[in-house]
Every structure is written in C-alpha cells, then in structure tokens.
C-alpha cells in the first residue's frame, strides 16, 4: 500500500514534474516497488517514468472514483 505522498508524488511523475523537485524517500520507495524508473543524465539532472506496473496503479485508482 502506497502513503498519500508517495501516491502524489506518482501522480506528479505522471504529470512530467522533475525530480529533483520531488523527496527522496518517496522516490526511493516507488523505485524499489518498481513503480518508477530513474534516468540519470548527467551528475545534476535525472529523469523518472512510470513503469507499466506504476501505470496501472494510477488507472486502478482511477476506477475507484
């Protein structure tokens, strides 16, 4: 089960924002459950994207409204 912040900051990763704006921790977690992958570019910038399994989530929760 995902807390509410590392719910939101799967929403935010869907939605494009950087991660460098984002918590470790959360990341770290959603990284971990495979729900996210992180590209590093270079030393200062990384990239992160849903994996199917983190799409999913973000559809079932969908559903449930």
Do not use: W
Request: aromatic share 2%; net charge positive; glycine share 4%.
């Amino acid at each position: 089960m995902l807390s509410p912040h590392e719910f939101a900051t799967l929403m935010l990763i869907n939605d494009g924002h950087a991660v460098e704006h984002l918590e470790r921790a959360e990341l770290e977690t959603l990284r971990t459950r495979q729900l996210i992958v992180v590209e590093r570019r270079d030393s200062a910038s990384a990239r992160a994207s849903l994996t199917p399994r983190g799409n999913s989530v973000l559809l079932a929760a969908a559903r449930m409204r």
